[in-house]
């Protein structure tokens, strides 16, 4: 069976023209800072690259390090609107490199995870960068979920993840003495890292092999070119304009867009579809008291129930020697939104108006009503936990942070799953890729998908 992907219509010092004044753009060392940063324009000044790469998440960043190794002759930037890099989804998430058990046989995201986790390994391991194969337990605590179980081990045997075997309640007390359940997958393949110092690396990767990265780079725009009075032949040779809020801009051949929570909007500006929307869900999570980590050793997962949109809430150890309890899953007000009374008009507005997100609501009422409710009071997640470890109580667990999910939504309410590219409409369309949706686990797929998308871009504009 193909791999589901889904397509919409519609060495430094290397860019055109330098930089001027305050940019600094000197590959620097590993021991040094991961990143030397360019932090603004001088407003006359345009600056003409041959692919620029919108957004400096892990899947972005990852993504222009593909693009620079394949192509070295190439001028290629990085836009970020925030100050530093990853500092949302890849700087918010869980940190645990998923084995790929959960997805569907012969998918592009079982395919791309089971690829990513054994890439994410490997790079670690060439990079010098911590990481935890702590492993993890999906444990069945009620008989009703012993046939999901025994459904999901398959499913992952399937995928060829590495080790999985089925394990009786005496088993599960040897690899987690305080945990109850009746039967579990262990998975040990399953790990831990820090995502944001994976991207760093990433960035400094890109950087040390010709490529800028320019921060504070908040994109309002993208249009065609105009032939500048002068005769200049910018306008033909870099089509591509690429403006900010503060007026500055760079010219480009050719744009790839890694915008995680504002990927609708940033390809809107190019013409596409509106569809599919990104709603944000937040997710948050408790922290066990350092006096309890003792409790948890690995990753201990529910089975999940294809009923419901989302996981559930699960144990995680953290790289720093914390244990994360969750996430529920609720409705973000805001796109970067990580705290509940975080709000945006337009935000809110585009989810209620664009999104299919009321059907997605109708549809799963009493699970929302659920997340809610666990969101508010401690002591229903709590309860939930308990199914695993009893000895939790409510006088265990700190509130924690929280993350926020760009979740790509169809007009029908459904969770879109698959990989959406898109390009925009009229000529511009032949000059820009959009990655509309990269589903999580995008951060442990991120150098698989990084090769997927570098294969496109290298198909689509003849590189």
Same mark, same amino acid.
Request: hydrophobic letters at 40%.
């Given at each position: 069976?193909?791999?589901?992907?889904?397509?919409?219509?519609?060495?430094?010092?290397?860019?055109?023209?330098?930089?001027?004044?305050?940019?600094?753009?000197?590959?620097?060392?590993?021991?040094?800072?991961?990143?030397?940063?360019?932090?603004?324009?001088?407003?006359?000044?345009?600056?003409?690259?041959?692919?620029?790469?919108?957004?400096?998440g892990i899947v972005g960043l990852a993504s222009a390090r593909a693009l620079i190794l394949r192509h070295p002759?190439?001028?290629?930037?990085?836009?970020?609107?925030?100050?530093?890099?990853?500092?949302?989804?890849?700087?918010?998430?869980?940190?645990?490199?998923?084995?790929?058990?959960?997805?569907?046989?012969?998918?592009?995201?079982?395919?791309?995870?089971?690829?990513?986790?054994?890439?994410?390994?490997?790079?670690?391991?060439?990079?010098?960068?911590?990481?935890? /194969?702590? +492993?993890?337990?999906?444990?069945?605590?009620? &008989?009703? =979920?012993?046939?999901?179980?025994?459904?999901? #081990?398959? %499913? *992952?045997? /399937?995928? +060829?993840?590495?080790?999985?075997?089925?394990? &009786?309640? =005496?088993?599960?007390?040897?690899?987690?003495? #305080?945990? %109850? *359940?009746?039967?579990?997958?262990?998975?040990?393949?399953?790990?831990?890292?820090?995502?944001?110092?994976?991207?760093?690396?990433?960035?400094?990767?890109?950087?040390e092999a010709g490529g800028f990265v320019l921060t504070n780079f908040e994109v309002k725009g993208i249009e065609?070119?105009?032939?500048?009075?002068?005769?200049?032949?910018?306008?033909?040779?870099?089509?591509?304009?690429?403006?900010?809020?503060?007026?500055?801009?760079?010219?480009?051949?050719?744009?790839?867009?890694?915008?995680?929570?504002?990927?609708?909007?940033?390809?809107?500006?190019?013409?596409?579809?509106?569809?599919?929307?990104?709603?944000?869900?937040?997710?948050?999570?408790?922290?066990?008291?350092?006096?309890?980590?003792?409790?948890?050793?690995?990753?201990?997962?529910?089975?999940?129930?294809?009923?419901?949109?989302?996981?559930?809430?699960?144990?995680?150890?953290?790289?720093?020697?914390?244990?994360?309890?969750?996430?529920?899953?609720?409705?973000?007000?805001?796109?970067?939104?990580?705290?509940?009374?975080?709000?945006?008009?337009?935000?809110?507005?585009?989810?209620?108006?664009?999104?299919?997100?009321?059907?997605?609501?109708?549809?799963?009422?009493?699970?929302?009503?659920?997340?809610?409710?666990?969101?508010?009071?401690?002591?229903?997640?709590?309860?939930?936990?308990?199914?695993?470890?009893?000895?939790?109580?409510?006088?265990?667990?700190?509130?924690?942070?929280?993350?926020?999910?760009?979740?790509?939504?169809?007009?029908?309410?459904?969770?879109?799953?698959?990989?959406?590219?898109?390009g925009g409409v009229g000529a511009i369309g032949s000059h820009i890729l959009h990655v509309r949706n990269a589903?999580?686990?995008?951060?442990?797929?991120?150098?698989?998908?990084?090769?997927?998308?570098?294969?496109?871009?290298?198909?689509?504009?003849?590189?």
């Amino acid at each position: 069976m193909a791999p589901a992907l889904r397509y919409l219509s519609g060495a430094c010092g290397r860019a055109r023209g330098g930089f001027p004044g305050g940019f600094s753009v000197a590959c620097r060392p590993a021991q040094a800072r991961p990143w030397p940063l360019c932090q603004g324009f001088r407003r006359a000044s345009t600056r003409s690259f041959d692919v620029i790469i919108i957004g400096g998440g892990i899947v972005g960043l990852a993504s222009a390090r593909a693009l620079i190794l394949r192509h070295p002759a190439l001028s290629i930037g990085v836009l970020e609107k925030e100050k530093d890099l990853a500092v949302h989804q890849t700087g918010h998430n869980s940190g645990v490199i998923h084995s790929g058990i959960y997805y569907k046989p012969e998918s592009l995201k079982a395919k791309l995870c089971v690829q990513g986790a054994a890439l994410i390994y490997e790079y670690c391991n060439q990079k010098g960068i911590s990481y935890k /194969q702590c +492993g993890k337990l999906i444990v069945a605590v009620e &008989q009703e =979920e012993i046939p999901r179980l025994q459904a999901l #081990y398959e %499913r *992952g045997l /399937q995928n +060829g993840v590495q080790g999985l075997r089925l394990i &009786q309640q =005496e088993d599960i007390k040897k690899k987690e003495p #305080y945990c %109850r *359940g009746l039967m579990a997958i262990d998975c040990p393949y399953t790990g831990i890292v820090d995502y944001r110092q994976v991207a760093l690396s990433f960035a400094q990767d890109f950087q040390e092999a010709g490529g800028f990265v320019l921060t504070n780079f908040e994109v309002k725009g993208i249009e065609m070119a105009k032939e500048s009075p002068s005769g200049s032949k910018d306008g033909a040779k870099y089509p591509i304009v690429i403006r900010n809020t503060k007026g500055e801009e760079v010219q480009c051949q050719y744009v790839v867009t890694c915008a995680g929570l504002y990927s609708d909007r940033i390809s809107e500006l190019s013409g596409c579809n509106p569809d599919p929307q990104i709603v944000p869900f937040r997710g948050d999570y408790l922290l066990l008291k350092p006096e309890k980590r003792y409790l948890v050793k690995g990753n201990i997962y529910p089975v999940p129930d294809s009923r419901f949109p989302f996981l559930g809430v699960h144990f995680t150890p953290r790289m720093d020697g914390s244990i994360w309890l969750g996430p529920n899953a609720v409705l973000a007000f805001k796109r970067e939104g990580y705290k509940p009374f975080d709000f945006s008009a337009r935000d809110v507005m585009d989810v209620i108006i664009k999104s299919g997100l009321i059907k997605l609501v109708f549809q799963n009422f009493s699970y929302g009503v659920n997340e809610m409710y666990k969101a508010c009071f401690l002591s229903a997640t709590v309860k939930h936990l308990q199914k695993f470890i009893p000895e939790i109580t409510v006088s265990d667990i700190l509130r924690g942070p929280a993350g926020v999910r760009a979740q790509a939504l169809d007009r029908d309410g459904n969770l879109v799953e698959d990989f959406v590219f898109d390009g925009g409409v009229g000529a511009i369309g032949s000059h820009i890729l959009h990655v509309r949706n990269a589903p999580s686990p995008a951060a442990t797929s991120s150098l698989a998908i990084s090769g997927m998308i570098a294969d496109e871009v290298q198909q689509r504009f003849k590189l």
